[in-house]
């Protein structure tokens, strides 16, 4: 079967508020280079991966385009768009370029996996499984089972049931969809944002905006437990351990 055409979308308009410090977790130092450079450069150097679009901080989009893209020569990168308030609406905002068809080689029949910035562990192992999962299921995300005991805790913080580990997984990235499925359940999603809210429904990841918007099931892809998110301080030096160990 002929590879069908895949445009990976990363995000990196994140503030980063739970790091600290006045730079933006996104282009904080790992490894000698901006964070964003390692998730970047995993999807430049994939054989899965066609093209990128590049989500940024509306104020940040001239620095991402000369001192990362153009800097490290990210050449997959076809465009870089501005992110939004909310996770979804970054996701949203690139979904467009694919929509409106302004990437260079159009994805109108393929697939789009969207992946955090956050994450520079990215590897082509992940996204041929992921790739393997999509073709025949349409919509899946990468996860790993959870190691620990879960809680379920009420809103005094006492425990109110303890659920079955075995049943449980950490949802990761890549999420990956058919480009059509995609679009068209992030279109619902804007349509109906403001309802879902004042149910008391938020939107977490993509996978939900399928499962709630398109009454789709996602199959869980074996990620990896190395495919953290850098979101605290802490996270940093358990990446730069990582990168020291190879």
Known sequence: MDKKRCTAIV???????????????????????????????????SAVIDDCILAAGAEDIAYVKEEIVE??????????????????????????????????????????FIHDGARPFL?????????????????????????????????????????????LWQIQTPQVFDTCLIIEAYERLMEKKES?????????DDAMVVETLMGRQVRLVEGAYENIKITTPEDLVTAEAFLSRG
């Open 71 to 112: 800097h490290y020569g990210f050449h997959k990168v076809d465009k870089i768009v501005a992110g939004g308030r909310e996770r979804y609406d970054s996701v949203y905002n690139a979904l467009q370029v694919i929509k409106k068809k302004e990437m260079r080689i159009p994805n109108e029949d393929g697939f789009v």
């Open 123 to 167: 590897t082509e192992a992940i996204l041929l499984r992921t790739l393997e999962a999509v073709q025949a299921d349409h919509a899946c995300v990468a996860g790993m089972p959870v190691k620990d005991t879960i809680k379920v805790v009420d809103e005094k913080g006492f425990s109110l049931q303890t659920p079955d580990r075995n049943s």
């Open 196 to 204: 879902l809210a004042a149910k008391g429904i938020r939107i977490t």
């Open 11 to 45: 995000l990196a308009a994140g503030s980063g508020r739970r790091m600290g410090g006045d730079v933006a977790k996104q282009y904080m130092q790992l490894g000698g280079r901006p964070l964003i450079c390692h998730a970047l450069q995993a999807v430049e150097a």
